[in-house]
Structures are given as structure tokens and as C-alpha cells.
DNA sequence: CCTACCGATCGGTAGG
DNA sequence: CCTACCGATCGGTAGG
């Protein structure tokens, strides 16, 4: 009765499943009761584990939603940013993210609506590290954003003044997305974001999108 | 020794002071911590009194919530709604709401940022009357503002298309403003979205503003 | 990953 | 408006 390396899988492998299940669960449940609500009594009633069980992977609070954080940051760039990334540079690559962002909120990828909008409000004037990373996590946002507006401009694909005033305002239109679908559950709300944010971006030098060289 | 009725201000006052000291208290802290964060323990000790006196005004979290709500309406409706409402429709009455807004912002009116959009996102997806009531808020709040684009259409001072679509515009650069400014402390961000916004309204057919006989 | 426990605080009530 | 109290839950620890 040997017992090979194989015949179980690895403690180490088996940790850092646990470790995902609790991260995914603790995402889902801090989307709707915030990242201060998320108790974690209520998340080993979840998991059906034990709140030792979870101290066991996350020494307190604050590292358990600092994680939590970084789960949700990694299905945001999976499920928006990704997108406007493959996305040819140029007003297209605008309208993706537009899209990408508009179809998670649809999706309903987190139960609570936006990860990262509910948590900006919550914990904007609650000072410390959790916060700190929040706002890291948005600045980033607006980067990659401006970024992709730069990157219009260069391509000819779009007239506009500064990429950081168009990254808010293209922020905004995503936050009245959120706080409107959450409050009154129609999609619409969706079609009526998109639309709008269609026409702000309509280049007035269209028509250079569809003729990409090879 | 008689006492007479006005040697002492009525219970009835009294209790009606308290009241209000008790609600200004609620809102500002409510702003920062949530309304599901707001506990009668803190809010009994920031106001040096013990939790069951506010059980003798409020039977429960729930009203003691709703009462929150109406104080800080009350404070938004002053702040404001009040000073767009004393404006001249047309185009000048939406800069209005949306500087009065911004202002509102910049006072720190309420510590943790505006009141109703920190409620907007944590009430969004929790079932209830409190949700009911902020809902109906931000309803309320977007009949308003889509009431003044109609008027401005009307006075021929402004060309758009929908008036929800703009109210829905002008909502999205508020909350980006209140989100921005409570995670960065910085007024530019509200100078920003002041700059967006006048743009924005920038009417096509400018100049029939200070043209109102008497 | 568990049981068993800690002090603190939660919303709420009894009785005055 | 108070003291005194209730059961439940909080974040966290000891010890295994």
C-alpha cells in the first residue's frame, strides 16, 4: 500500500483551489454587500467551511479583500479590458471597451452590479490600504482608457480635445450605467448608455475605420 | 413656585430638536459608513446619548434609515435643486443645477460625498424599502433635470435629442465627479467635469440667453 | 482544514 | 430620555 505523488492530488494544488473557490465567492458577495460588509462569518457559511478555515489562507480582514480585489481585477481585465485590447487601435477600440463594459454589466458578472464602482463609492472615504488599491485599480482604468483615446487620435480615427476629459466622461457614462441598472433592473438603461456613448464617439472623420490596409 | 408653560420649551420642541441633531448626525455619518454601515451604537456615541433614546424616536434601523434619507433629501433639495429651480429656464438653468451640484460636492456637504449616489450603488442590489425609497430619489432627481432640458428646448435655448438621454448624460458626470474627487481629494476633478459639462451644453444656437426682455 | 473559545459590538427590548 | 439586559454575529486566536 505505497502511496504515490499522483495518487493525491498536491496539497499545494489543493490549496490553491480552495484558496479560488473562496476568492470567486468573496468577489460575488462583496459586489452586493461591499468590501466592508463582506464578513467572513458569512463566507464560510458559503463555502460550508469553517471561519478558521478561511484564517488559514488569509490572515485578517483586510488581506482577505485585498485579495478579493485582485480576483475582481482579474475578471474585469478578462472581461472588459481584454476585449478593447484586441481590438484594432482607433475609435473601434473605444467603442469595445464601451461594449465590453456595457455586456459585463449585462452579464451580470458580479451579482451586485460593477466590482470596482461599488467599491470606488464605499470605500472613497474610508482611508487605508484597501482603499489605496481601489484607487490604484481606477486610476489604472483611466490610463488605459486615455491611453486608448491617444491612440485614436494618432490614428486619425477621432477628433477630441484631451484624453483625459474624454476617459471621464466615458467613466461617467459606465457609472450612470451601473447605478441605473442595479436601481431599476431594465436593460434599457444599457441600450441607452450605448447609444449615447455611440454618438459622443462618433468621429466627425468617419468613415476611415473600415479601410485598414492589410 | 408654579411652572409656567413658558418657563420650560415644550417636551413636543425638545423632542423635535433632538430629532433633527439626531438626523444631521445620521446623514453625515451614514454618507461615509453606508446606510447599511450607519449602527445606532456609533451614532448613539457620536451624539453622547444612549442607544435605546434613539429607539424612543426611531423604533427601528429601518425607519431610523428612512428618516435619514428625508434629511438628506431635504439637504439635497436646498443645496441643490433649490438654486436651478430659482434660475431661468433654458440652457442656464441645467449649468446651474450642474454647478450647484459640483458646489454641493466641494462644500463637503456631506463628509463621505453625495449622500444619494454612495446609496444609489449600495442599495442597488438589496430588496427593501430603503432601496424603494432611493430609487425613487434618483427617479425623482431625473425628472427633474430631463423637466429642465424640456425647458430649455422650449425656450429654443438648447438643440438635443432626448431629454432622458441628456438627464442620463448629466447623472453619469456626477457621479464620475463625486466618485473622483472622494477617491483623489482633488477640486480639479470637479473643475473637470465642470469644464465637461458647460461644454457639453454648449447650446448650437448660443446667444438668445441674455436677450430675456423684461 | 477543524473545534472551541475570546471580547466587542450588533439590533432590539423591558421597565422605568 | 435612562440602565440593564437579550441572543446573534463580528474579527480574531489557541491548539490541534
Do not use: W
Not at 484586441?86 to 466590482?115: I, S
Not at 487605508?128 to 491611453?147: K, N, W
Amino acid at each position: 500500500m505505497d502511496e504515490p505523488p499522483k495518487g493525491r492530488r498536491s496539497v499545494r494544488a489543493d490549496g490553491a483551489r480552495t484558496r479560488a473557490a473562496i476568492l470567486h465567492a468573496a468577489a460575488r458577495l462583496a459586489s452586493v454587500d461591499g468590501l466592508e460588509g463582506l464578513t467572513i462569518g458569512r463566507l464560510a457559511a458559503d463555502l460550508t467551511m469553517s471561519k478558521s478555515g478561511l484564517y488559514a489562507h488569509f490572515g485578517s480582514k483586510v488581506e482577505l479583500q485585498l485579495a478579493t480585489i485582485e480576483e475582481a481585477a482579474g475578471v474585469f481585465a478578462a472581461e472588459v479590458v481584454g476585449p478593447a485590447l484586441a481590438a484594432q487601435p482607433g475609435r473601434g477600440q473605444l467603442l469595445a471597451l464601451c461594449d465590453a463594459y456595457l455586456d459585463y454589466l449585462r452579464a451580470r458578472t458580479f451579482p451586485g452590479g460593477c466590482f470596482f464602482a461599488a467599491a470606488a463609492l464605499e470605500m472613497g472615504s474610508r482611508p487605508g490600504p484597501v482603499r489605496d488599491r481601489i484607487a490604484a485599480f481606477q486610476h489604472e482604468l483611466m490610463g488605459i482608457t486615455s491611453g486608448f483615446v491617444h491612440a485614436a487620435h494618432q490614428h486619425g480615427d477621432l477628433l477630441d480635445d484631451s484624453p483625459v476629459a474624454l476617459a471621464f466622461e466615458i467613466n461617467g457614462q459606465f457609472l450612470a450605467a451601473n447605478a441605473g441598472f442595479n436601481l431599476t433592473d431594465d436593460p434599457g438603461v444599457l441600450d441607452l448608455a450605448a447609444m449615447i456613448l455611440h454618438r459622443r464617439l462618433d468621429a466627425p472623420t468617419a468613415g476611415s475605420i473600415t479601410g485598414s490596409p492589410t
